[in-house]
């Protein structure tokens, strides 16, 4: 969570922390969104396009699974809300190659239970101690930890997007440059190369990194990129 206009989390009081914590949640879902739910239809989210990688609709069910089991169950002390899909959604019982055959839930499912999910993590967190309440809550630590899982999956996510067939999915961010004849000017169709873009982690934005969208024939080459 370092930045140069991001609070360190160890500087906060528990207030501002949780404020902190529930923006990051919202930050990393709408990514988490804008990979899945946003750009590809039923038949897109519940494909796998390589025997490496999950469908997207298993990722995104599990990001939510996730979140339920650590900041639900073990740090608020919620009860199961799906036990029967625990397994599922369990990365150590089911490799990838297998999950299509899984009965996993349906994309609208999926996004409407990770929101439930959310929806009860958000209204707990006010009464969730972090001094005192043992070491799994102190400092926000398990909030960053299911934070970081997700935006470790929609770096997966990405990498699944990378290898499928057909028009890409993920297209440009909107132009910042205003167009100059028809259609956006080659600067602003390029610029998400070079500058902030909205599927970059908070981590990665302002530098340029090939976990993008793929990368229009007609933008010129940049030479830091990290992965050939
Ligand atoms: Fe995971």
């Not at 038949?43 to 699974?65: C, E, F, I, K, R």
Request: aromatic share 4%.
């Amino acid at each position: 969570m370092a930045g140069a206009m991001r609070p360190e989390p160890g500087t906060l009081d528990e207030g501002a922390l949780k404020e902190l914590i529930a923006g990051e949640l919202g930050a990393v879902r709408e990514r988490s969104h804008g990979l899945t739910t946003e750009v590809l239809d039923e038949a897109g989210l519940t494909a796998q396009v390589s025997p490496l990688m999950s469908p997207l609709v298993w990722d995104l069910a599990h990001v939510g699974n996730y979140e339920e089991l650590w900041l639900l169950r073990a740090a608020a002390g919620a009860e199961a809300m799906r036990p029967e899909i625990d397994g599922l959604y369990d990365a150590f019982e089911h490799p990838r190659a297998e999950r299509p055959t899984l009965p996993l839930l349906p994309p609208r499912e999926a996004r409407a239970y990770i929101s439930a999910v959310r929806a009860r993590v958000l209204d707990a967190l006010p009464a969730v101690r972090f001094e005192g309440g043992g070491p799994l809550t102190a400092g926000g630590f398990v909030y960053g930890m299911v934070v970081q899982h997700e935006h470790m999956h929609d770096e997966t996510m990405l990498a699944t997007h990378q290898l499928r067939k057909g028009a890409p999915a993920l297209l440009d961010p909107p132009a910042r440059v205003a167009p100059t004849g028809p259609g956006p000017a080659p600067e602003a169709r390029c610029s998400w190369r070079r500058g902030r873009s909205r599927w970059a982690s908070p981590t990665t934005r302002g530098r340029t990194t090939t976990s993008g969208p793929p990368t229009p024939s007609t933008c010129p080459p940049t030479t830091s990129t990290s992965n050939p």
